[in-house]
């Protein structure tokens, strides 16, 4: 009677299931890489167009100015009035606040990023770590179904042996030599000997026995 490899199958699962989560996490942490690599393209992308139009802003206060006769020269010189001075401090208060407000979302868009990765790594593990608690408990039932199989195969080939010597006893009228051991008499036995009638209660109880064991089963 061939047994189950219990131990291989159970290797077997647990490879798949550490494969499993070992593929979870390198997809986060995969995922995790890319999302930090938009919000940075995005916040780049965000910082030149502020730079950007914060100049072109300036460049337009200095017209108006320039139009009004409240300053003059070059804009990239320095402020030739209060008027100029002002307007570029208060350009560069705006894109230092809008500069910090980007900088300042990205790393809450970060944080949130690894955030969910490391929630998905916790329960990609907690699945892996539960799994494993099937896994030892399906193991261990295999092997009390496997016992209770080889127990129950050896008890019906014992039965069947007794039975068949039974048989022959019956039929030949004495016990064959190769059928003592297994009906515990001596050989050359009598069918009219009371060891004959205490084997056949005998194997009435093995019946039974037998047919309780399968109900338990």
Known sequence: MADLNIEALYRAAESKRL???????????????????????TYRNNVTQAQT????????????LAA???????????????????SRVTADNNL????????????????????????EIAQARQSYENNASDIRLQMAQAQINQY???RQYTYQQQTTAYQQAMQRWQTYGVVLPADAAILGVAAG??????????????????????????ALL
């Open 148 to 150: 209770n199989t080889d």
């Open 53 to 64: 139009a914060a100049r072109i802003s300036a460049l337009g206060q200095e017209e108006k």
């Open 189 to 214: 036995t009598r069918t009219s000997a009371s060891a004959y009638n205490n084997a056949r209660l005998a194997i009435d109880r093995e019946k039974l026995a037998l047919e309780r064991w399968k």
């Open 96 to 119: 230092r606040t809008n500069l910090n407000t980007l900088a300042a979302t990205r790393l809450q868009q970060e944080q949130a990023a690894r955030d969910t990765s490391s929630s």
């Open 68 to 86: 009004a006769g409240l300053s003059g020269g070059s804009v990239y010189a320095a402020p030739t009035s209060g008027y100029t001075e002002t």
């Open 19 to 41: 494969s499993a989560f070992q593929t979870a996490q390198a997809e986060s942490r995969r995922r995790l890489q890319n999302s930090l690599q938009g919000i940075n393209t």
